[in-house]
C-alpha cells in the first residue's frame, strides 16, 4: 500500500459563470460534507473570475481551491496576467501549469513552466505539473523519453514532493474519449517517479485525460496513481463526486 495520500482535481477550465459556478461548488460542498469519512484530498480549478466567489463556498469545506496558471514573476507590467501571490490571496493552494492546453495554445515551453513552478514554489502555492506525450510521441514509441525531457525541464532546480504534484496527461487522451491501458499509465509512472529522483515515491503522480468514474475504478488497481486530475467531468457534480468516491 502506498502511504501517499489521493489525489482529485477538476479542471473547470474556461467554464463557468458566476451562477453556474457558485451552484456547482456548492453542490460538492454539500456532497462532502456528506462524506466525511473521505479521505482523498479534493481540488477544485476554477476560472480566474470565479476564485473568489468560489473560495467564500469552500471556506467552511475541506475541498481545496486550485487555479489553472500563474504567472513566473511576483508583479509587474505583464498585461492580463496572475501572478501566484495573487492566487493565494485569492485563497489557493494549488495551481496547475504546464497543461498541455497552454502549453499549445500559448506556446509556452517547458522552461517557462520551470519558472512558472518557482514561483508557485514561493507563494506556497502546490503546483499540479502537467506533462504527457503526444499521439505522434506515443505511436513512434517515443513516449517516454517525451515525458522525461519535459518533465526535467518543467523543474525548478529545487523542489520537494510537499509541494509538487505530477499530472501525467498524454495529449491525445484529453477531451478524446481515447484512453491508455492502465498497465501503460503505470508503467509511466514509475517512470515519472525514477525521472524525480530520491523524492519520487513521495511526489503523488496522477492521471488526467478522458477520465469518468468507470476509467477511475479501473485505474485504480494501480497503487502508482495517486488520483485523477478531471476536465469535462468535473463540471457534472455527480460525475466529479462519483470519481472522488470511487477514490475514496
Ligand atoms: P478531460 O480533460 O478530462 O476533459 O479529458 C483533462 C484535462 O485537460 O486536464
Not at 147 to 172: D, G, H, I, M
Not at 189 to 218: C, D, M, N
Request: aromatic share 6%; proline share 4%; hydrophobic share 40%.
Amino acid at each position: 500500500m502506498s502511504r501517499r495520500r489521493k489525489l482529485v482535481a477538476g479542471n473547470w477550465k474556461m467554464h463557468g459563470r458566476l451562477t453556474s459556478g457558485l451552484s456547482l461548488a456548492n453542490e460538492l460542498v454539500q456532497r462532502m460534507k456528506a462524506h466525511r469519512n473521505l479521505t482523498t484530498e479534493v481540488v477544485i480549478c476554477p476560472p480566474f473570475t470565479l476564485l473568489w466567489p468560489v473560495a467564500e463556498v469552500l471556506s467552511e469545506s475541506a475541498i481545496k481551491l486550485g487555479a489553472q496558471d500563474c504567472h513566473p514573476e511576483n508583479h509587474g507590467a505583464y498585461t492580463g496576467d496572475i501572478s501566484a501571490a495573487m492566487l493565494v490571496d485569492m485563497g489557493c493552494r494549488y495551481v496547475i501549469i504546464g497543461h498541455s492546453e497552454r502549453r499549445g495554445a500559448h506556446h509556452e515551453n517547458s522552461d517557462l513552466v520551470a519558472r512558472k513552478f518557482a514561483a508557485a514554489q514561493q507563494a506556497g502555492l502546490t503546483a499540479i505539473l502537467c506533462v504527457g506525450e503526444t499521439r505522434a510521441e506515443y505511436d513512434s514509441g517515443k513516449k517516454n523519453e517525451a515525458v522525461e525531457t519535459q518533465l526535467r525541464q518543467s523543474l525548478p532546480e529545487k523542489f520537494t514532493a510537499a509541494n509538487l504534484v505530477v499530472a501525467y496527461e498524454p495529449v491525445w487522451a484529453i477531451g478524446s474519449g481515447v484512453t491508455p491501458e492502465v498497465s501503460e499509465v503505470e508503467k509511466m509512472h514509475r517512470h515519472i517517479r525514477k525521472v524525480l529522483g530520491p523524492v519520487g515515491e513521495a511526489v503523488q503522480v496522477i492521471y488526467g485525460g478522458s477520465v469518468t468514474p468507470q476509467l477511475a475504478e479501473s485505474y485504480l488497481a494501480s497503487s502508482e496513481i495517486d488520483g485523477f486530475l478531471i476536465g469535462s467531468v468535473s463540471l457534472n457534480a455527480d460525475g466529479f463526486w462519483a470519481v472522488c468516491e470511487k477514490v475514496g
